[in-house]
């Protein structure tokens, strides 16, 4: 048991592991160093992509928890400057009619008396 705990008894298994797979399959394992070196290069391409990326030293903002706050939507730029005192022309209410009441309305019990009559068949 004491063997098991010895991790360089392990690594020497592996190693040993390894060495009994056929060639090709031998060639594609790399040893824990040159992992640890490609590791490395990557982590040093991502920083270096990041720091293009973000603008250079500016770090980026640490992600809160909690709800997002609101964006307020800017507006966007208009052609034409309108004068501060010209109002905009309000929306005239519609209005219906006493006849447009009344044609509404007897088109609605119309549709019921139909609704009710395809009912009762």
């Known amino acids: 048991m004491e063997q098991l705990a010895d991790p ?9 592991r390894i060495v009994q797979l056929p060639g090709p399959i031998r060639e594609d394992y790399m040893g824990v160093s040159e992992i640890l070196a490609t590791i490395d290069s990557e982590i040093a391409t991502l920083q270096q992509a990041r720091a293009l990326l973000s603008g250079g030293a500016a770090p980026a903002p640490k ?5 997002p706050k609101k ?3 800017t507006p966007k730029k208009v052609a034409a400057v309108a004068p501060a005192t010209a109002r905009p022309a309000k929306k005239k209410k519609r209005h219906l009619s006493a ?3 009344k ?6 019990k119309k549709r019921w008396a139909a609704q009710k009559a395809a009912a009762a068949k």
Request: no cysteine; glycine share 8%; aromatic share 8%.
């Open 71 to 73: 964006v307020v939507a």
């Open 63 to 67: 992600k809160q928890a909690g709800r």
């Open 8 to 16: 360089a008894w392990r690594y020497d298994l592996a190693l040993r």
């Open 103 to 108: 044609r509404i309305a007897e088109a609605v």
């Open 99 to 101: 006849e447009g009441r």
